[in-house]
């Protein structure tokens, strides 16, 4: 059970997160979209100041020990901004989180104190370029004494330019895959950057490439062969912070909407008059309010110590199509100035598809909810009867 922090400190922070959000960093707005590079130099102190790095952190490592309940809003608050800025702070936190349930002690006393404070920066490498995602890797570990001797290639990775931490996930064996922990200065691992990105513009997405790496036996998280529980662990919660993501999103893109379609006049009425702009606003948020409800039961669930695999991947599915729909018809709403940068309408939109993609594309949801659902699972949740 997370009951997270008392309601009063609770509200101080999310109002200095939220001042930091849109007095310091939505401002860098055309900055990043023009130069395509985030401002480290401005951008990390003021993530820092606010405490957006330890959110989740555990409060005996130094961070804020947030519950889901209460981190979720704030996250959803990142992603109204420029989306770059809400892909650091999204994979940070989720690899901290993920470290604070699966690390040992000595892993976690090492790492997480820094990662509160943000002076370590954390990425999640589980992507490759020659295979598919979960367990069908091709990079490995292999055990030599007391060390683990890795090699491979891993892409798409966000923070790569950043992070001084890596949670890598290679094969231990022909079947097994285990979790290590690679420090960015380790001999042998090389970062390259790919090609700028579609949105989220300037968070960087790399490539890594180990060559006879050797870590510490001490750098493996869990047991051997751990790594694909571990990964389902990780995942299972992470999912919901991608739904966030896109309730924040399109919760900004409604607002927009609102405002636009009171503003514009066309046969001299304001087009909020038309039944057509009305039944978009409507829609748009009829998807805001249902993912709102979707999130707040996963989160509950979380917080009181449940596990959600259903839930999770289904709140993914839902967020994507829903954020889907209402970039669409903000788009339309705002008509051809829309599809112009005068307003956010057209950045909301491209930051958007990268939800397809976070955490495992649509293929994988549905077939991670099938199998759940297939499997007996049941919900249980305000509209259950008790027998
Ligand atoms: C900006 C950005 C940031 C990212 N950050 C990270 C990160 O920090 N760490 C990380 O590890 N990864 C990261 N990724 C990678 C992301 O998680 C993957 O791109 C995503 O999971 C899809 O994997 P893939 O690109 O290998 O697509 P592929 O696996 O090549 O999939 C291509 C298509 O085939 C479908 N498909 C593939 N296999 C199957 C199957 N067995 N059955 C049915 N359909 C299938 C997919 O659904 C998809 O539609 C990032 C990606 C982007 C774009």
């Given at each position: 059970?997370?009951?997270?922090?008392?309601?009063?400190?609770?509200?101080?922070?999310?109002?200095?997160?939220?001042?930091?959000?849109?007095?310091?960093?939505?401002?860098?707005?055309?900055?990043?979209?023009?130069?395509?590079?985030?401002?480290?130099d401005?951008?990390?102190?003021?993530l820092?100041?606010?405490?957006?790095?330890?959110l989740?952190?555990?409060?005996?490592y130094?961070?804020?020990?947030?519950?889901?309940?209460?981190?979720?809003?704030?996250?959803?608050?990142?992603?109204?901004?420029?989306?770059?800025?809400?892909?650091?702070?999204?994979?940070?936190?989720?690899?901290a989180?993920?470290?604070?349930?699966?690390?040992?002690?000595?892993q976690?006393?090492?790492?997480?104190?820094?990662?509160?404070?943000?002076?370590?920066?954390?990425?999640?490498a589980?992507?490759?370029?020659?295979?598919?995602?979960?367990?069908?890797?091709?990079?490995?570990?292999?055990?030599e004494?007391?060390?683990?001797?890795?090699?491979?290639?891993?892409?798409?990775?966000?923070?790569?330019?950043?992070?001084?931490?890596?949670?890598?996930?290679?094969?231990?064996?022909?079947?097994?895959?285990?979790?290590?922990?690679?420090?960015?200065?380790?001999?042998g691992f090389?970062?390259?950057?790919?090609?700028?990105?579609?949105?989220?513009?300037?968070?960087?997405?790399?490539?890594?490439?180990?060559?006879?790496?050797?870590?510490?036996?001490?750098?493996?998280?869990?047991?051997?062969g751990?790594?694909?529980?571990?990964l389902?662990?990780?995942?299972?919660?992470?999912?919901?912070?991608?739904?966030?993501?896109?309730?924040?999103?399109?919760?900004?893109?409604?607002?927009?909407?609102?405002?636009?379609?009171?503003?514009?006049?066309?046969?001299?009425?304001?087009?909020?008059?038309?039944q057509?702009?009305?039944?978009?606003?409507?829609?748009?948020?009829?998807?805001?309010?249902?993912?709102?409800g979707?999130?707040?039961?996963?989160?509950?669930?979380?917080?009181?110590?449940?596990?959600?695999?259903?839930?999770?991947?289904?709140?993914?599915q839902?967020?994507?199509?829903?954020?889907?729909?209402?970039?669409?018809?903000?788009?339309?709403?705002?008509?051809?100035i829309?599809?112009?940068r005068?307003?956010?309408?057209?950045?909301?939109?491209?930051?958007?598809?990268?939800n397809?993609?976070?955490?495992?594309?649509?293929?994988?949801?549905?077939m991670?909810a099938?199998?759940?659902?297939?499997?007996g699972?049941?919900?249980?949740?305000?509209?259950?009867?008790?027998s």
């Amino acid at each position: 059970m997370n009951a997270g922090l008392p309601a009063e400190e609770y509200r101080k922070l999310r109002d200095s997160v939220l001042a930091t959000i849109w007095d310091e960093l939505d401002p860098l707005e055309h900055q990043i979209e023009d130069t395509e590079t985030i401002p480290y130099d401005i951008v990390m102190p003021a993530l820092r100041s606010c405490g957006a790095f330890g959110l989740i952190v555990p409060q005996e490592y130094g961070g804020a020990g947030l519950s889901m309940a209460q981190y979720l809003p704030i996250l959803a608050e990142f992603a109204k901004i420029q989306g770059g800025i809400r892909a650091i702070v999204h994979v940070h936190n989720s690899f901290a989180h993920a470290l604070s349930e699966i690390g040992n002690d000595a892993q976690k006393k090492e790492i997480l104190p820094g990662a509160a404070t943000g002076e370590k920066s954390l990425a999640f490498a589980l992507t490759e370029p020659g295979n598919g995602t979960g367990a069908d890797l091709s990079t490995t570990a292999r055990r030599e004494g007391d060390e683990y001797v890795l090699n491979g290639r891993k892409w798409l990775i966000t923070n790569s330019d950043i992070a001084s931490h890596f949670l890598v996930f290679a094969k231990t064996s022909d079947k097994d895959v285990s979790a290590l922990i690679v420090p960015r200065d380790t001999p042998g691992f090389s970062i390259a950057p790919l090609p700028e990105t579609m949105g989220c513009k300037g968070a960087e997405h790399g490539e890594l490439t180990f060559e006879d790496v050797r870590v510490p036996v001490s750098a493996l998280v869990g047991a051997e062969g751990e790594g694909g529980a571990h990964l389902e662990r990780a995942l299972e919660i992470s999912r919901v912070f991608i739904a966030a993501s896109s309730l924040g999103t399109a919760s900004r893109a409604l607002e927009l909407s609102l405002n636009y379609a009171q503003e514009r006049v066309t046969f001299g009425k304001p087009i909020a008059q038309r039944q057509a702009i009305q039944r978009y606003l409507a829609e748009m948020a009829a998807d805001v309010y249902a993912l709102r409800g979707m999130l707040a039961d996963a989160a509950s669930k979380w917080d009181s110590g449940k596990r959600i695999p259903a839930e999770s991947s289904l709140v993914k599915q839902f967020g994507l199509e829903a954020v889907g729909r209402v970039t669409d018809r903000a788009l339309l709403v705002h008509g051809g100035i829309g599809y112009t940068r005068k307003y956010p309408i057209e950045r909301l939109y491209r930051d958007a598809r990268l939800n397809w993609l976070e955490e495992g594309t649509p293929t994988i949801q549905y077939m991670v909810a099938a199998r759940e659902l297939l499997g007996g699972y049941t919900f249980e949740d305000a509209f259950t009867v008790a027998s």
